[in-house]
């Protein structure tokens, strides 16, 4: 085993596939592992390197075999796809990992930590109970339609259906639908509960942070966003500049270029959508203010508008967001409004 240099590592949930090479790129090994002989196997090698599909599970195995003393690199699946030879399968995919680690031009992702892990995971399970609130407003909402009686969209003018479900005294609904439907706003309330407590972690989290707390201070980017960019980016300097940044969140057009013609299109929509949809939101929210206040708006902004769709001119509203993002994290800066508003 002392000749390994490589090893492509396929991880799934039980069963386990290693592909290593030699120095000069030669098949040294091919072994199926159970998940339980993955880190004695591990154990028992000289230090190496590592590589590994980006995927859930894969931080995880990463931070225990870089605990072994191993060299891990994170390998994004698209990058791993071309180097597939023949048909999909676990031996298949762990040659693909290794052949793709061996390239001297091959990108890879960061190991993330279990802290950032951890941030992460209130993040998935607030969005998971927002999508489960709407999902019963929007049928409390639905109900109350067919007998007549509606309300406006938001959360907050639905509290007007909770009042009316609540009041027995008013007789538009039936007795028997408003048994029905006081079951749906039993559960709007506890998911609204739940919702108050990890928001109430985020922000614990949020000022014990000074990178998030120092990113809270750029328009459109709040509690929710500042600590969503700070746990996913980690360290701002595995991008070269603001622009891969920028590509890496999908906020630039994608291109379809050749012969010295270039061919933009929409934007690519690549990496993380969450990062990116609250981007975008938050654009929308500093374009809403900005119209609201004259001495507030930016040449910029108007000159896109006059230009661009509403939607378009958000997206690049985003763009400049995230630029501005990395550059903090990169130089440990705070925001200078001044100054991004003279760039």
């Not at 507030?296 to 902004?301: D, H, K, M």
């Amino acid at each position: 085993m002392t000749s390994i240099k490589a090893v492509g590592l396929d991880v799934a949930k039980t069963v386990f596939q290693v592909h290593a090479v030699d120095s000069a790129g030669r098949i040294v090994m091919r072994k199926k592992l159970r998940r339980g002989q993955v880190l004695a196997f591990f154990a028992e090698l000289d230090r190496c390197l590592v590589g590994l599909e980006a995927c859930a599970t894969a931080h995880h195995w990463a931070r225990s075999l870089q605990a072994l003393g191993h060299e891990v690199r994170l390998i994004p699946p698209q990058y791993v796809r071309p180097f597939v030879k023949t048909n999909k399968n676990d031996a298949a995919d762990a040659e693909a990992i290794c052949e793709a680690l061996m390239r001297p031009t091959m990108r890879f992702a960061s190991v993330k930590s279990a802290g950032q892990q951890s941030l992460l995971t209130l993040h998935g399970a607030r969005e998971l109970l927002v999508r489960q609130r709407t999902m019963l407003i929007n049928a409390l909402r639905g109900h109350c339609a067919e007998f007549g009686v509606t309300a406006a969209q938001g959360l907050s003018r639905a509290q007007e259906l909770v009042a009316l479900i609540d009041d027995e005294a008013d007789d538009r609904l039936p007795t028997l639908a408003r048994r029905a439907l006081r079951s749906l706003v039993v559960q709007i309330r506890s998911i609204q509960e739940q919702i108050g407590e990890l928001e109430a972690e985020l922000l614990a989290w949020h000022r014990s942070s000074e990178e998030s707390g120092r990113l809270a201070a750029i328009p459109g980017v709040g509690l929710i966003t500042a600590t969503a960019l700070t746990a996913t980016i980690g360290n701002a300097s595995q991008f070269r500049s603001a622009r891969q940044f920028a590509a890496w969140l999908g906020l630039v057009p994608s291109q379809r270029s050749s012969g010295g013609k270039d061919r933009l299109g929409r934007i690519s929509k690549r990496g993380d959508g969450y990062l990116r949809r609250l981007l975008v939101h938050g654009a929308r929210t500093v374009l809403r203010w900005t119209r609201q206040r004259a001495e507030r708006r930016s040449p910029w902004i108007e000159g896109l508008l006059a230009r661009r769709p509403t939607n378009v001119v958000l997206v690049a509203m985003a763009n400049k967001t995230a630029r501005i993002v990395w550059a903090m994290l990169r130089r440990s800066q705070t925001y200078q409004p001044g100054r991004v508003a003279a760039v």
